[in-house]
């Protein structure tokens, strides 16, 4: 029904910034609760943001909070992460992914996932 395309990563230094985009095709983000979720190489997926479809605070992991800002233009069927301050922890395969009801914790809410973009930060 959707499809979902992460684009945006790349390598960075650390210190450095991206800005990751989540691009919706075959429908509208604009009724859906869009999360990042990251996986670092030998790691769990990690979920670090969401955005509602409301009025609801976005959510944001402790290991990004202050460093990352998630926000949408439903104009543009698009969902931006903006990375700051990136540190080596940082490196993993970003998707984004989309629920229908609220940004849960359940990795099996989400109906839809993007194939993930990959940042890497190092010097």
């Known amino acids: 029904q959707v499809q979902l395309v992460e684009s945006g990563g790349g390598l960075v230094q650390p210190g450095g910034s991206l800005r990751l985009s989540c691009t919706a095709s075959?429908?509208?983000?604009?009724?859906?609760?869009i999360a990042w979720v990251r996986q670092a190489p030998g790691m769990e997926r990690e979920g670090i943001s969401c955005?509602?479809?409301?009025?609801?605070?976005?959510y944001y992991a402790d290991s990004v909070k202050g460093r990352f800002t998630i926000s949408r233009d439903n104009a543009k069927n698009t969902v931006y992460l903006r990375m700051n301050s990136l540190k080596p922890d940082d490196t993993a395969v970003y998707y984004c992914?989309?629920?229908?009801?609220?940004?849960?914790?359940?990795?099996?809410?989400?109906?839809?996932w993007g194939q993930g973009t990959h940042v890497t930060v190092s010097s």
């Open positions: 075959g429908g509208t983000l604009e009724n859906w609760n």
């Open positions: 955005i509602s479809n409301g009025d609801d605070s976005p």
């Open positions: 992914a989309a629920a229908p009801v609220y940004c849960g914790r359940l990795h099996r809410m989400y109906d839809y």
